[in-house]
């Protein structure tokens, strides 16, 4: 059974950081671009960021670049997101999931297999 785990999430000070991690299990993901996702209270699940398969293609969001940076462990299968300079605006839920449609890098339905999501909140 191919599973997601999302972990790294809490509270965090404005101007912070933190690091979530999505591990994968059931299969190898290596080939596979997989992206970040968020969802905060009363708002639809937005695109963070994404990163192919090999790692050398990475895409973020523009609420999120310069800020955020992802980057992924094949042998680990894992993948990360650090998260820097951290605001309020950032508070939601944060999801990995895996590509495997192409109605486009930030589209939410060309993801599945999606975690269960790690709560991140900003304080100001």
């Known amino acids: 059974q191919v599973q997601l785990v999302e972990s790294g999430g809490g509270l965090v000070q404005a101007g912070g950081s933190l690091r979530l991690s999505c591990a994968a299990s059931?299969?190898?993901?290596?080939?596979?671009?997989m992206g970040w996702f968020r969802q905060a209270p009363g708002k639809e699940r937005e695109f963070v960021a994404a990163?192919?398969?090999?790692?050398?293609?990475?895409y973020y969001a523009d609420s999120v670049k310069g800020r955020f940076t992802i980057s992924r462990d094949n042998a680990k299968n894992t993948i990360y997101l650090q998260m820097n300079s951290l605001n309020p605006e950032d508070t939601a839920v944060y999801y990995c999931?895996?590509?495997?449609?192409?109605?486009?890098?930030?589209?939410?339905?060309?993801?599945?297999?999606w975690g269960q999501g790690t709560q991140v909140t900003v304080s100001s």
């Open positions: 990163i192919t398969w090999s790692g050398g293609n990475t």
């Open positions: 059931g299969r190898t993901f290596s080939s596979s671009t």
């Open positions: 999931a895996e590509k495997v449609q192409n109605y486009g890098m930030r589209v939410p339905m060309s993801y599945a297999n």
